[in-house]
């Protein structure tokens, strides 16, 4: 109580020195850089102001539309297999929950780049799997450089982000609407379609969210598990960018993919607050 | 009221970690009855609930509903719709959608919904609240929206845990007769959980009293109230002096040292016996004439009346009485015959009915507690000075 009087008017005067460092933050990494990416997207190497990086772009039709394509199917096979794992996992013991959440989380106590390596041994023409097949008498199969494994490669990497945030919201349920909801006669698949599926848009929300980002934007697991074959957004931007030192097509496509995240994040925004249309 | 039973639990027991929660309840609810489970927290009413609406199974005994077992039927599945203790209205539904919840699960036809839902919320007077956000809305009306959700689908019976406890005084007044009205109007069964003896007391046609897993006593308000049949009863449903007493002959009774004539009969001679007199059952009189005499203690006003402790012999008794008499006077009671109840010694027996606590321990606890509002008040005193002295 005797804090609180002090403090209200003082905490008044500083509030500007107590949001400074985030302000400070806020602008040299979010904001310079941007206006950076901007500039360099509008300008040739001589800094003029040109739309040819722009309109150049029409050039990457193909990296576009399979970056698009690979990262919504990498999204949609996360979630399918998250949303029900996230469900049953609620329904298992406290401790049963917890150890799950760990195994869940430990691969992303694991770097990126060493995960990645450890998939291409195991996909390999001479990897783990193939070795296993041709031991079977089988042929060895194409498994490394195809979409499907740069697709797998991202589900894997970013399953955990898609189960977390629905396992939290699934988690928080009051289980007395679950009563409700079987009071009033919904048995157990009703149950799921018309109280347990709405309130756990808001997880789905930002689980599509947290996949979908990093999968569109990926040129690590492209480049591992496409064997350099399979370009993504992001490999190009990295090619212009350490190969060609083009920064300006660099920063064109990079802000491109940025323009492609921030639709996506409306859309989704828009999804999860329109209470009417999620209800069936 | 019709005769015909709707429920019945026949033993039921139910234990959690090995712990006996419910203890062999047997009770049956009449067709169109208001029933009221009373009992303190933690007795087993919110269980007892549970059995009835299926989402609890009893380890051993029967729940029959309409003449047959019920015991696997789940919840979905029964004609018994309940009050949660915390509404659990669904927050992604507005009011509309929450009221319809049931009747769209069961595929009414939509303009069949619009009718019924509308004269639901007619009924819990939420007229026009249709497109609110159930967040949007006050305790008292989210209350009615419950209310109105669960009747929808024409419940033949509605459980309703202490559904007004969350209310204001009030407001909780308001819902009572509202609640009592609905249940008239729609003649259907209510099994209604309180804590509150009172509400018990006004609403219901049936009391059952509940403690520590068992069902201590059924029946109507003023068989509980007049005839208890322990001190746990005596003691939780209104105001009661409990006297160890000893049955002298049919309809004679002796406790606080002297003799009384009452009109209880059917003990043993000599038997050990509770004995209840409300506090409003005893006259004061002048100390030549009295029964019994003893010291005031105390003196509370209440209103209507006053409450005063009188001290009998080192026993406390509290006396409703609309004189004032002051502290320290020596008066004297008188006990009429049919004021004296007599009940049989129970596992409560010298636990209950001595106000003792009223007078000096209640004092010394006061004590306390003014030093400790003392200090708060001067707490409160320094930060005024100190802010002002800020500004
Ligand atoms: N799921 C449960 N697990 C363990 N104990 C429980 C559970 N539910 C209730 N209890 C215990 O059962 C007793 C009765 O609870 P309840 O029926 O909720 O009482 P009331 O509604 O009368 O306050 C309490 O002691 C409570 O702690
Ligand atoms: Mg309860």
Redesign the interface.
């Known amino acids: 109580?005797?804090k609180r009087?002090?403090s209200a008017?003082r905490r008044r005067g500083l509030s500007f020195l107590l949001d400074a460092p985030y302000v400070l933050w806020s602008a040299l990494f979010i904001v310079i850089p941007l206006v950076i990416v901007v500039f360099y997207s509008f300008t040739d190497a001589e800094d003029n102001f040109t739309f040819e990086n722009i309109s150049a772009i029409s050039n990457y039709g193909t990296t576009i539309r399979i970056s698009i394509e690979y990262s919504v199917i990498a999204t949609l096979i996360t979630l399918v297999i998250s949303y029900p794992f996230a469900y049953f996992m609620t329904k298992t013991s406290a401790n049963a929950q917890r150890t799950q959440m760990l195994l869940v989380m430990l691969p992303m106590w694991m770097n990126l780049l060493i995960r990645t390596y450890a998939w291409m041994n195991i996909l390999e023409k001479n990897g783990i799997i193939n070795r296993f097949i041709m031991l079977l008498g089988g042929d060895p199969l194409k498994l490394l450089g195809t979409p499907a494994a740069v697709i797998f490669g991202m589900v894997y990497n970013y399953l955990p982000y898609m189960i977390l945030p629905i396992y939290t919201v699934m988690s928080k349920l009051?289980p007395?609407?679950l009563?409700?909801?079987?009071?009033?006669?919904?048995?157990a698949f009703?149950r799921i379609l018309?109280?347990i599926f709405?309130?756990s848009v808001p997880g789905v929300v930002s689980g599509v969210a947290m996949v979908f980002v990093p999968s569109i934007s990926t040129f690590y697991i492209s480049q591992k598990l496409g064997s350099g074959k399979i370009l993504l957004i992001g490999d190009t931007v990295e090619r212009f960018i350490k190969t060609s030192y083009n920064y300006n097509m660099g920063a064109a496509l990079s802000l491109l993919l940025m323009v492609i995240i921030l639709v996506c994040m409306f859309v989704m925004n828009r999804f999860s607050s329109d209470?009417e249309e999620?209800?069936v | 009221m019709e005769n015909n039973i709707i429920i019945e639990l026949k033993n039921i027991s139910v234990s959690f970690d090995g712990e006996k929660i419910l203890d062999s309840i047997d009770l049956y609810i009449r067709d169109k009855e208001f029933v009221t489970l009373l009992g303190p927290s933690g007795c087993g009413k919110t269980t007892t609930l549970r059995i009835i609406?299926?989402?609890l199974q009893p380890e051993g005994g029967e729940v029959i509903f309409d003449g047959k077992k019920i015991n696997g039927v789940?919840?979905?599945?029964r004609q018994v719709?309940?009050i949660?203790?915390?509404y659990?209205?669904?927050?992604?539904?507005?009011v509309f959608?929450n009221v319809a919840?049931?009747l769209?699960?069961?595929k009414v036809p939509k303009n069949v919904i619009a009718d019924k839902v509308a004269e639901m919320l007619e009924l819990v007077n939420l007229k026009g609240f249709d497109k609110r956000?159930v967040s949007s809305l006050s305790g008292g009306q989210q209350q009615r929206v419950a209310i109105a959700?669960?009747l929808a689908?024409d419940p033949k019976v509605l459980l309703l845990d202490e559904p007004l406890a969350a209310l204001d005084l009030k407001l909780r007044k308001d819902m009572q007769n509202e609640l009592k009205n609905i249940q008239q109007k729609l003649g259907i069964t209510f099994i209604y959980v309180t804590h509150d003896q009172e509400e018990a007391l006004s609403m219901s046609d049936t009391i059952v009293v509940m403690d520590s897993g068992k069902i201590q006593q059924i029946g109507s308000p003023t068989d509980v109230y007049n005839e208890p049949k322990n001190a746990f009863v005596a003691d939780f449903i209104g105001e009661s002096n409990i006297l160890d007493g000893v049955m002298l002959r049919d309809k004679f009774v002796r406790f606080a040292g002297a003799d009384f004539v009452c009109v209880d009969s059917g003990y043993s001679t000599n038997e050990n016996v509770d004995v209840v007199i409300r506090p409003e059952d005893v006259d004061v009189v002048s100390p030549e004439k009295a029964m019994l005499r003893g010291d005031v203690t105390n003196v509370t006003f209440k209103g209507v009346y006053y409450e005063i402790i009188v001290d009998i012999k080192g026993f406390k008794w509290m006396i409703q009485t609309t004189r004032f008499y002051e502290v320290g006077q020596t008066i004297g009671l008188s006990i009429e015959p049919n004021a004296i109840h007599i009940m049989k010694k129970s596992e409560y027996s010298g636990k209950f009915g001595d106000y003792s606590s009223f007078s000096e321990e209640y004092d010394t606890l006061d004590v306390n507690t003014e030093e400790e509002e003392d200090t708060e008040t001067q707490?409160?005193d320094?930060?005024?000075e100190?802010?002002l002295s800020?500004?």
């Open positions: 109580m005797n009087t002090h008017p009051d007395s609407l009563d409700a909801a079987s009071d009033l006669g919904s048995n009703q018309r109280v709405p309130l209470d999620i209800v | 609406g299926g989402f789940p919840a979905y599945k719709n309940t949660f203790q915390r659990a209205l669904f927050p992604h539904l507005n959608d919840f049931g769209k699960v069961r956000k959700r669960a689908i707490k409160i320094d930060e005024t100190e802010g800020v500004e």
